[in-house]
């Protein structure tokens, strides 16, 4: 008899490494304003700390499932966990913000790899009948890392220092290490020359992108530099939009565009990301900035984001079945859009059972919207695409936090907040109509797609 796969030893460690990954995404963020005091710097000048993290992630997601086919899943797992907590020492140790942003690079090397090299070893190591059941158990931290981190961020921050929320992933880093070298497979495959060209004219357009949104407010650039570093990024794009119609095994074939849904799906997780992804990083600072609250209970308001979130996902199956995913995308987008532009009525004296609806609706609404998309990107994709299409879209997704952060940050500049904390209050409120409304125009993107309603059992 095949035992139960909870009682698996790789699972739990897969399940280790994704709630690792998922706990840092999160709890960073209402631990910025009290970084900021210590280093010196504005709060509002802290999101390269969230975007070299998210940055590095999309730009080797595209690498890891070779890298763990050429040098085999244990190998490179081990690497991941290593760099994980080495970059987490280094973000402890790191005395001002481009020493800590640098940590949060190496840090996001080794989460890139934590996740999709798991689940492949997942998919090679667990009988077809119990992928289900293993892969619902592996992707259940994914669920509680957002839940508990922020809370968990703010309640280190106010008991001991920002440090600490680095230096809590030691020791689980260190299980996770001796873990792997005892039940992580070897799982060496044969491999196809990879294709180096295409990787290199990807991760440099999405880093010239991400580094030309936050150019004016990170990193101090003139607008000459920012115009350079953004057409630069969009030719690299080109470049590899390019090479891949003519090269024999492009990084990620052109196929994958002549599928409609996935080619719709993608674009619309693309742009409808970029206003979400600002938001775990907007609500935390304007909380604390702007309302006044502590580190502790900025990070409890978030929690209401999480359940609702999570209680979100039950209405999927139900909402497509009777009106189908376009009607349920296009409504839902718009709604997404407007949660996050009702943020600008939010104020100090907003009783507090208000501001939780709030919240609330906002985790609801925005976690219906990623499960409708990933749903639909993926669905038509077929054996031969699968493995690719589903990197590309794990790429997309980081790619989109990274710009939605770059976005809120300069919006942020641009409105003044940047300037002085005196001013933060109406800057927050003019950037979190934006995002709503770019947001909201994303709607056009899933106007695209067939009006047949689809069956339930396609939503995942």
Known sequence: MTPPVTRQPLLWLVALGVFMQMLDST????????????????????????????????????????LADRFGTRRIYFAAVVLFTL???????????????????????????????????VMREVPRAQFLAAMSFVTIPGLIGPLVGPTLGGWLVEGASWHWIFLINLPVGVAAGIATLRFMPVGRQPVAR??????????????????????????GLRHAGVLMLFLAGMAAFVAYWLHASRAARPLFALDLFGIHTYRVGLLGNLFSRIGSGSMPFLIP??????????????????????????????????????FGYRRVLLANTFLVGLAMASFALMTATQPLWLRVLQLAFFGMVNSLQFTAMNTITLRDLDGSLASSGNSLLSMVMMLSMSLGVAAASGLLAAFGGGERIGAALPAFHYTFVCVGLITSLSAAMFWQLGREPRRASEVE
């Open 27 to 66: 709890i960073v963020n209402t631990a910025l304003p009290a970084m900021a005091r210590d280093l010196g710097e504005s709060p509002l000048k802290m999101q390269s700390v969230v975007i070299a993290y998210a940055l590095t992630m999309a730009t080797l997601i595209p690498a890891s499932g070779w």
């Open 87 to 121: 970059g987490s020492l280094l973000c402890a140790l790191a005395q001002s913000l481009t020493l800590l942003s640098a940590a949060r690079v190496v840090q996001g090397v080794g989460g890139a790899m934590l996740l999709p090299v798991g689940r492949l070893a």
């Open 194 to 219: 990879f294709d180096l060209a295409g990787y290199a004219l990807l991760a440099f357009s999405m880093v010239a992108v991400s580094l030309a949104l936050d150019g004016v407010s990170g990193l």
């Open 285 to 322: 600072l304007f909380l604390q900035v702007s309302l006044g609250y502590g580190p502790l209970e900025a990070g409890m308001l978030m929690i209401p984001v999480a359940l609702a979130g999570m209680a979100s996902k039950q209405a999927v199956v139900p909402l497509v079945r009777e």
